[in-house]
């Protein structure tokens, strides 16, 4: 592998939780590694994830971990995960288990430039952007 890059999520104690939601929108199976694997048994963030990964059948990445207790959580911020294309029955699925229990900024309708466009918060305060783009004749 030369190199890729990829989204690398943090989370105030809920990574393997919204990992595991992840693995259920876009398939695959998550890996997870806690603070007390890497020395930190007996510390409060035993449980914590330091590092969790997510290579989805997709073939999309997603990395996430959980800040420690002596840490300020910083909820994302200034940024979105897109995701794009023209598989509009991929796409619409999932953006229907994103958005479920999320917060909708914009519904996933057409818009002037002719793509179905929509913005959510999932569940756990990720923002996400979805546009399926309009087949061209």
């Not at 890996?31 to 969790?52: P, Q, V």
């Not at 598989?87 to 619409?92: C, I, K, S």
């Not at 479920?100 to 918060?121: H, I, S, Y």
């Amino acid at each position: 592998m030369s190199s890729r890059m990829n989204p690398y999520l943090t989370f105030n104690g809920d990574a393997r939780q919204a990992m595991e939601f992840y693995a259920d929108v876009f398939g695959g199976t998550p890996a997870f590694n806690t603070f007390a694997e890497f020395g930190g048994s007996d510390s409060a963030d035993a449980d914590r994830i330091m590092h969790g990964m997510l290579e989805t059948d997709a073939g999309y990445t997603i990395m996430a971990g959980d800040v420690t207790a002596d840490m300020q959580f910083e909820p994302m911020a200034g940024s979105s995960i897109s995701l794009s294309g023209d598989d509009a029955d991929v796409l619409r699925g999932y953006w229907e288990k994103l958005s479920a229990e999320g917060t909708v900024n914009m519904p996933l309708e057409k818009q002037v430039w002719g793509d179905e466009f929509g913005m959510c918060v999932d569940r756990f305060g990720v923002p996400w952007m979805v546009n399926i783009s309009s087949r061209q004749a």
